[in-house]
DNA sequence: GATGAATGAGCCTTCATTCAT
DNA sequence: TATGAATGAAGGCTCATTCAT
């Protein structure tokens, strides 16, 4: 009975996110990655359940860190007291998502297989969850400040939810065009600018 | 010469939609179109060559109607007396690309195969056309109002590249997302107005 | 009601001849045929009835040509008196099939087509019916000699065929290696030596 | 480990052998073949790659059996001395390819497949191959008998080469015309008889 | 006579997956 | 656990041919 061969699952990761890097999910062949890793096509079911199991597999870490990282991150902005969320808000230039490039730079590769060549619904549910994440916490915002806009109806959940996705959706950008750290750094910090002037109307 | 049967290429078009809506351009399956539509799967070939070609014949008006309307709409921007681009930037919320909401639901269907389900590069190359047609606007009103942040460098070809990339993608949130028109345009606006805010730091 | 329009069948015809030497009956396409001759697909139909038959026109006269040359040919053979048959067969390399080779070069291609192109048993059927000319024309001259081979049982009706058809199989080598003509008539005239120098054993 | 089903590649082998032999290789259906076999057609895959893979498969052992034995032969007539060499060639008839009629016989239908069925240049590489070793054979023994023919520039790499691919062309008859074994021997050793006549004029 | 359109049959091939070993 | 073999479903596409105009 043969034990698990050592350091298989690496060679096997590598070249399957090689192969959906190049092809995308459903382009991509298990076939492919099976004869690059030197393995059979069975392995990779033995080890991973299916094709969408190993894709998974391979973004999971990624999607975690990035959903962890906005997380807390906007934990932090809630547990402030009002008047320095809204001090933030009014300079949020200097503070923004300070770690969030290099989150993203820490799972890039991971990242760019969810963003670019993910199957079905996985990367729309990945958006979907850091939204939900954002919106209610700016809701949670809007409500503590009183807002009017919020009170009127002028700010409803469809707003809140397509603002925030056309954000984030802005901030993925940065690994669709591959863009050097640096760039990205000011890049990501003059989009969470732009939003915070577009917020700003509101209060 | 036996002429085309009335009204069968309304029949076949609108069973590509759906077929390449429900399970993207890949996974769509020509022979499911073309039972759907009671037709041979060589009618589709003798009608558009093949099955990129179908794709390609749904998709042209909504894509070259956006593509004329955001020219046309930034032409108009460049012709304006110098004053009167700086003022539009000013209070572009008012403004925005006032038809363009009516101008993507008029195609909108089509609009969102392209955004959702093209194969390859389309979409790409689609969102890359109107880009270039908004920075080398951009660009030519921050020549024209002198904007040390060109003259130092601080703004690239790649940070216009981006930027417009981010905002146009935005925008196409709205097809994404599904969201009814009148949310629509206030959304349009506002992002309009995003951007514009983040532009006007550089003047 | 439309003419038969000038000149067509000569543009089909070369079209066809370059894409069945191309491609081989089988593999060649009516489509692309049609199209490179600037005609629709069912225009060749109306002129040829069908695929096999458009082949068939194309190498009919060649057939027909090469096969009443070796009839007339073994026809004189056949009138000449004994003594002199014979002596031809002594001395055969200086008269041979001397026209045999302009024949061939007139339907050059036609010729290359029927015997590297042609489907089904168009080709054997060919070959057979030269095979036949000769054979009866041999054994007429074997009986007038009384040859004991015949008498004994030694030639036997499939002896002289094969040896019939590997003759003409070894000319058509000709065609087939595009022999250059000066060179195809050194050739033939060696291989009838050749054959005739095998038949004498038998006298 | 599932292991190969016992005897299921003889069963695919006769049937895939039947389907060339009956269309050739162009016409010639997997599908029908697997459907004969009783297998799916991925098996086929699985086992032999692809189509034409599957035809070399069958074809292998006979070209490979082919050219040994015309190999060995040959060489055994250049490793003879001098004198025996043109000996054999005065009186060749009675040596011949003694045991060529058994080699053919031995791989009758893949031969015939290969003569007659196969794509491409299967057949015509397979025959190159032959008169490539009988040419060199014989160019060496004109050589070393210092044939003036050779000197004088009247025996050309063509000729050699055309004058030999006729010979195996001539001998394959027996094949293409299903002539009894018996038959072919004398066949055969009556070819080799006429080639030999044909030579000697050059010596 | 000429044609554009339509067709149905057929092609080879690839795929993810299962299963006995 | 690892695997080679087998599979059924499906894929896009090409073809020769027919037919109404």
Redesign the interface.
């Known amino acids: 009975m043969a034990s698990r061969i050592e350091g298989l699952d690496e060679v096997i990761l590598r070249c399957a996110e090689q192969e959906f890097l190049e092809k995308?999910f459903?382009?991509a062949s298990l076939r492919t990655i099976a004869q690059n890793a030197g393995v059979s096509t069975s392995t990779i079911y033995t080890r991973y359940s299916d094709k969408e199991g190993l894709f998974r597999f391979l973004i999971k870490p990624a999607a975690e860190g990035i959903r962890e990282y906005v997380r807390r991150s906007l934990q932090g902005f809630s547990e402030l007291p009002e008047e320095e969320q809204t001090e933030q808000y009014e300079d949020y230039s200097e503070q923004g998502f300070p770690g969030l490039v290099s989150c993203i730079y820490e799972h890039y590769n991971a990242l760019k297989l969810l963003i670019t060549c993910a199957p079905g619904t996985i990367y729309q549910d990945f958006l979907e969850s850091l939204v939900e994440l954002d919106t209610s916490c700016t809701r949670r915002f809007l409500e503590q400040i009183g807002s009017s806009a919020l009170t009127e109806g002028r700010i409803?959940d469809?707003?809140l939810?397509?603002?925030s996705?056309?954000?984030y959706?802005?901030i993925f950008?940065?690994v669709i065009?591959d863009?050097p750290r640096q760039?990205a750094e000011?890049?990501i910090n003059?989009?969470r600018?732009?939003?915070s002037?577009?917020w700003k109307?509101y209060f």
Do not use: C
């Open positions: 995308g459903t382009e409803t469809g707003f939810h397509v603002v996705s056309a954000f959706a802005g950008e940065v065009h863009m760039e000011v890049y003059e989009l600018n732009f939003y002037n577009g109307t």
